[in-house]
Nanobody
Framework: QVQLQESGPGLVKPSQTLSLTCAVS??????????WSWIRQPPGKGLEWMGH???????YYSPLFKSRIAISKDTSKNRINLQLSSVTPEDSAVYYC???????????????????WGKGTLVTVSS
């Protein structure tokens, strides 16, 4: 059973960088064919896909965040990292990590959903 667990500060000041980690257990983040996404949900709004990193380390970002986002992976610790710079209160949201299985990669015509999600972590941007 694959499990994902997000962690990081719950409060970030405006203009600072938000940093979150997704610890993955029960499966390798380098397993062939799998991508690892970051998604967020602002209060009262829908899900926003932010970007993902592939099993081999290739990166794909949403244009909404492209100038501010950085996703990386730590293979030795089996973790996926997210950094979002220059945050504003509009970046307050529940942040999730999720796995894109082969054949359901977000942004492709065959996408039908993520197969495993973390429980999410609430990040508030406020001074």
């Amino acid at each position: 059973q694959v499990q994902l667990q997000e962690s990081g500060p719950g409060l970030v000041k405006p203009s600072q960088t938000l940093s979150l980690t997704c610890a993955v257990s029960g499966g390798s983040i380098s397993a062939y064919g799998y991508y690892w996404s970051w998604i967020r949900q602002p209060p009262g709004k829908g899900l926003e896909w932010m970007g993902h990193i592939t099993y081999s380390g290739r990166l794909y970002y949403s244009p909404l965040f492209k100038s501010r986002i950085a996703i990386s992976k730590d293979t030795s610790k089996n973790r996926i990292n997210l950094q979002l710079s220059s945050v504003t209160p509009e970046d307050s949201a529940v942040y999730y990590c999720a796995r894109d299985p082969p054949g359901s990669i977000y942004g492709t015509s065959s996408y039908y959903g993520w197969d495993y999600w973390g429980k999410g972590t609430l990040v508030t941007v406020s001074s």
